[in-house]
């Protein structure tokens, strides 16, 4: 045997092993997303540039670029991210209730639950819609992907209707909207004083505002 092949097999080997550990785009882009909500959530995003995310993700800015334009995609997507996250839980403790009440009831403590426990996202957007007000550009961006998780709540409130066969109380736009604006806003109120925001409040509203619905979805049960 050739001694000097032996090198070259460790060097094969190790070469293989590096490529194995080492972390996949889905893996980076998610690393650089989770340090980017521990930075703006610690400094603000005004506060924050695209290096301390990268200092936090243990990465260069390079990395970073790599993966989003700037600090505002950084943003806009763990707002997006984030929305599409409580859609997904909603929707599983929507379908998983065995009456349409109980149904309605376990949306508010989904989302109850989102603004107990990440009460960041809700200064980030109320922050980054400030920061936008000055801002044609950063402003069209928001708009648009707002437009993106509304039309998603859109699409999964008219499923539910056509399923049901039952009329939503408002049109489905109108009443996703209405879905952002709530949560957004006790969000917002929880954040000042979280005693003024029960745990079963948001549940009721949306009782009160899905009420017809509610009950033809009960007639036909009967």
Avoid: C
């Amino acid at each position: 045997m050739n001694p000097l092949s032996t090198p070259d097999v460790r060097m094969t080997r190790s070469t293989k092993s590096a490529t194995r550990t080492r972390p996949t785009r889905a893996e980076t882009r998610q690393r650089i997303l989770d340090a980017a909500i521990e930075v703006f959530g610690e400094r603000g995003i005004a506060a924050s540039s695209v290096s301390d995310v990268a200092a936090a993700a243990g990465m260069t800015k390079g990395a970073v670029y790599s993966n989003f334009t700037g600090k505002d995609e950084l943003v806009l997507t763990l707002m997006e991210e984030h929305a599409m996250q409580r859609l997904t839980a909603a929707l599983a403790r929507f379908a998983e209730a065995d009456d349409p009440r109980t149904a309605i009831g376990n949306v508010g403590a989904v989302l109850i639950d989102a603004i107990r426990t990440d009460a960041v996202w809700h200064r980030l957007l109320a922050e980054y819609f400030a920061l936008s007000h000055h801002d044609p550009r950063t402003r069209e961006q928001l708009r648009d992907r707002r437009r993106e998780a509304r039309d998603a709540v859109t699409r999964a409130l008219e499923r539910v209707s056509d399923n049901a066969g039952v009329p939503l109380p408002l049109p489905a736009p109108q009443l996703a909207v209405v879905f952002f604006a709530l949560s957004n806003g006790l969000g917002i109120e929880s954040g000042i004083d979280p005693d003024a925001v029960p745990d079963d409040l948001l549940g009721n509203v949306l009782a009160l505002i899905t009420r017809d619905f509610v009950a033809a979805l009960g007639r036909q049960d009967e």
